[in-house]
């Protein structure tokens, strides 16, 4: 241990009467606070947008690729499933999975309400696992080699308006060469995302109920969703996609598909960033406050340390080593209250969200180790940065006067 650390050990822990004791505590709690609400903050905000892109992908893919078609509707031009570049993704190093899909807009009627929606039908390839846990009820349909199925899963939300529930039939209506064509289904389940927009639109149903309608075959579907495993590869996989796929046909990204919808979720990083900001202002100048007053006191001190041949540089160090214990005890307790509350959320859901609003239930929770030590990292370096001004005050006590100061 150097003279600087020992005398720093000494001063942080004050003595009879002094000033600066509760000072401390007080920067130790702003240090805390600031840590623990970017912690927090840091975790809801990506939880937020992660459960919504997930809930988008899970109605649209990563990838999708289909037919070039400046038709902006859900009515895709049909392509072979049996394409060349499909083994070729499939062995690709960040795909995860690829489905075949069919789509077709139609019209839900029933004695007292009717309903436009978009018909999704899916193939035996396709990956249950995202609304496998967002089923309140039934199960989901399975698709037979045998016989096309009449099964389909609705929205809690489309079930609601229309009155529906699990085992009751749904007519439905497609326009085909200008004539309405119905159909009648079957409920086998009903799904709630929380994301209204999509839960009011979609239905899933057999892909091979509009091959039939369309008058396709077997082979001729809408187009592939294709599934990535890091989301933030997902421009890169897209490139490669895209190249892969050939001239006739396009990949596009579920950012491609839905701008409007990532380009909101975008925007919630701006509140992030003013709370960072505010809160690392805080934190930094309760510490100058702090460093000051620490200064203030212990001016006698210096003068007499400097009447000893002591540099500036060395009585500088002193009170950053304070302001260090200082940053470090709030940055452990700040880790301590934001990660508690973060994980009492997580697992016990204690504050709700009204899901109309939020798409959602219950506020969500996204604890990330790189994101926390980021925020350690960069609230010890912008409170250590803002420490340097105030500490050159030091330079500037005479040492007579200091000795004489009381």
Same mark, same amino acid.
């Given at each position: 241990?150097?003279?600087?650390?020992?005398?720093?050990?000494?001063?942080?822990?004050?003595?009879?009467?002094?000033?600066?004791?509760?000072?401390?505590?007080?920067?130790?709690?702003?240090?805390?606070?600031? /840590?623990?609400?970017?912690?927090?903050?840091?975790?809801?905000?990506?939880?937020?947008?992660?459960? !919504?892109?997930?809930?988008?992908?899970?109605?649209?893919?990563?990838?999708?690729?289909?037919?070039?078609?400046?038709?902006?509707?859900?009515?895709?031009?049909?392509?072979?499933?049996?394409?060349?570049? !499909?083994?070729?993704?499939?062995?690709?190093?960040?795909?995860?999975?690829?489905?075949?899909?069919?789509?077709?807009?139609?019209?839900?009627?029933?004695?007292?309400?009717?309903?436009?929606?978009?018909?999704?039908?899916?193939?035996?390839?396709?990956?249950?696992?995202?609304?496998?846990?967002?089923?309140?009820?039934?199960?989901?349909?399975?698709?037979?080699?045998?016989?096309?199925?009449?099964?389909?899963?609705?929205?809690?939300?489309?079930?609601? /308006?229309?009155?529906?529930?699990?085992?009751?039939?749904?007519?439905?209506?497609?326009?085909?060469?200008?004539?309405?064509?119905?159909?009648?289904?079957?409920?086998?389940?009903?799904?709630?995302?929380?994301?209204?927009?999509?839960?009011?639109?979609?239905?899933?149903?057999? &892909?091979?109920? &509009?091959?039939?309608?369309?008058?396709?075959?077997?082979?001729?579907?809408?187009?592939?969703?294709?599934?990535?495993?890091?989301?933030?590869?997902?421009?890169?996989?897209?490139?490669?996609?895209?190249?892969?796929?050939?001239?006739?046909?396009?990949?596009?990204?579920?950012?491609?598909?839905?701008?409007?919808?990532?380009?909101?979720?975008?925007?919630?990083?701006?509140?992030?960033?003013?709370?960072?900001?505010?809160?690392?202002?805080?934190?930094?100048?309760?510490?100058?406050?702090?460093?000051?007053?620490?200064?203030?006191?212990?001016?006698?001190?210096?003068?007499?340390?400097?009447?000893?041949?002591?540099?500036? /540089?060395?009585?500088?160090?002193?009170?950053?080593?304070?302001?260090?214990?200082?940053?470090?005890?709030?940055?452990?307790?700040?880790?301590?209250?934001?990660?508690?509350?973060?994980?009492?959320?997580?697992?016990?859901?204690?504050?709700?969200?009204?899901?109309?609003?939020?798409?959602?239930?219950?506020?969500? &929770?996204?604890?990330?180790?790189?994101?926390?030590?980021? /925020?350690?990292?960069?609230?010890?370096?912008?409170?250590?940065?803002?420490?340097?001004?105030?500490?050159?005050?030091?330079?500037?006590?005479?040492?007579?006067?200091? &000795?004489?100061?009381?």
């Amino acid at each position: 241990m150097n003279t600087e650390q020992f005398i720093a050990r000494r001063l942080i822990k004050g003595g009879p009467g002094s000033f600066s004791a509760p000072v401390i505590r007080i920067a130790i709690i702003s240090v805390a606070l600031g /840590l623990a609400v970017m912690i927090v903050s840091v975790a809801i905000v990506t939880g937020f947008q992660k459960q !919504i892109r997930d809930k988008i992908v899970g109605f649209g893919s990563h990838i999708q690729i289909a037919k070039f078609d400046s038709n902006n509707s859900f009515e895709f031009e049909p392509i072979s499933r049996n394409q060349a570049f !499909i083994s070729k993704l499939k062995n690709t190093e960040g795909i995860k999975h690829i489905q075949v899909f069919a789509t077709k807009a139609g019209i839900i009627k029933t004695s007292e309400q009717i309903q436009g929606v978009v018909f999704k039908g899916v193939g035996a390839d396709f990956d249950w696992s995202y609304f496998n846990d967002k089923l309140v009820s039934g199960n989901p349909f399975s698709t037979k080699d045998t016989a096309t199925g009449n099964s389909v899963i609705i929205s809690q939300n489309l079930a609601e /308006l229309l009155k529906i529930k699990v085992g009751d039939p749904l007519r439905m209506y497609f326009i085909i060469e200008n004539m309405a064509r119905a159909r009648r289904f079957n409920v086998s389940g009903i799904y709630n995302t929380g994301l209204g927009e999509f839960d009011l639109k979609f239905i899933f149903g057999d &892909i091979r109920q &509009i091959q039939k309608l369309n008058g396709w075959s077997a082979d001729s579907i809408s187009g592939f969703d294709v599934y990535i495993n890091d989301f933030n590869q997902l421009d890169k996989m897209g490139k490669i996609v895209y190249k892969e796929v050939g001239y006739e046909l396009n990949a596009k990204t579920i950012r491609d598909l839905y701008p409007q919808m990532f380009d909101w979720l975008d925007l919630q990083d701006m509140n992030v960033i003013i709370i960072l900001v505010l809160m690392i202002l805080v934190s930094g100048m309760a510490m100058i406050s702090t460093l000051l007053i620490l200064i203030l006191e212990r001016t006698s001190m210096i003068g007499v340390l400097k009447a000893l041949g002591a540099r500036n /540089l060395s009585i500088r160090r002193i009170f950053l080593y304070n302001a260090a214990y200082i940053i470090g005890k709030g940055l452990l307790y700040g880790n301590i209250a934001g990660i508690s509350i973060c994980l009492l959320q997580k697992y016990f859901s204690i504050v709700s969200l009204p899901q109309e609003s939020y798409f959602m239930s219950v506020v969500p &929770i996204n604890l990330d180790v790189i994101h926390i030590l980021a /925020l350690n990292a960069g609230t010890l370096g912008a409170c250590t940065l803002m420490l340097l001004l105030p500490s050159f005050i030091v330079a500037r006590i005479s040492p007579v006067k200091a &000795i004489r100061f009381d």
